[in-house]
């Protein structure tokens, strides 16, 4: 049995698209309808009555385009709008997987990178704490990531520099495991990794939510077998930055439909 419908992932701009290439690596034979809502980012500056408005349009529009599962790649929308989300679909979020990952893999002290409005909600602090009421975890807001990460500086000494600045107070403090919160840190992995050492463990939510989908959609039986299509990415608003940004974090050429979604309150 084989289901060949696309898997949809949204994210409030592109930094999902670090998502959208773990699932790709992790489930070759699927096929990828991405939406990316640049018209009204960030969501992480707006209302959560907002943000689940945002969010149950996107859903909308990806299972109007005939998506079998949707993955909310987004850490605001995860946090905020999960749970009130209207969908006969599965739908899967981030932080749970990201925090299911961590708790499993710390030794008891878990840092938490993230935005500031992730940081702010304190949703992987909570999710750990449910896994395991042992964790110590220290969330630490780091603004200035997803700006370098947008301008192309994953390997740049101004880069280092932040890295070293933000995360050496969590590994003084005995972090045994640094929680990647923010779909834009992935790139900057093996950054934080060098300066973290061998002793603490790198947690990517976008690699634990693409192993948590794989192991879903085959109890489910939505797997596909074979690829039937091509991955296809749609933005609400295509600028010459967010095309940029796209290629970047692709590392690949990539056309992106132009699409509205509505949806929008009023006074957006």
Known sequence: MSDARPIGVF???????????ALAARLPAETLLYLGDTARLPYGTKSAATVERYTQAN???LERRGVKAVVVACNTASALALGRLRSALPVWGVIEAGAAEAAARSRGRVGVLGTEATVRSDAYGR???????DLEVESLACPLFVPLV???WLDDPVTEAVARRYVTPLLESGVDTLLLGCTHYPLLAPLLARLAGDGVALVDAATAVAEQVAGELERRGLAARTKAGTDHFCVTDAS?????IARE??????A???????????GA
Request: cysteine-free.
């Open 11 to 21: 994210d409030s701009g592109v930094g999902g698209l670090t998502v959208a290439s």
């Open 59 to 61: 859903v909308d529009f």
């Open 256 to 266: 992106l439909e132009l699409v509205d979604v509505g949806g929008a309150p009023e």
């Open 240 to 244: 010459e930055r967010v095309e940029r």
């Open 249 to 254: 974090f692709l590392a690949r050429p990539v």
């Open 150 to 152: 947008e301008e192309g």
């Open 127 to 133: 999710a750990l704490r449910r896994l395991r009421a």
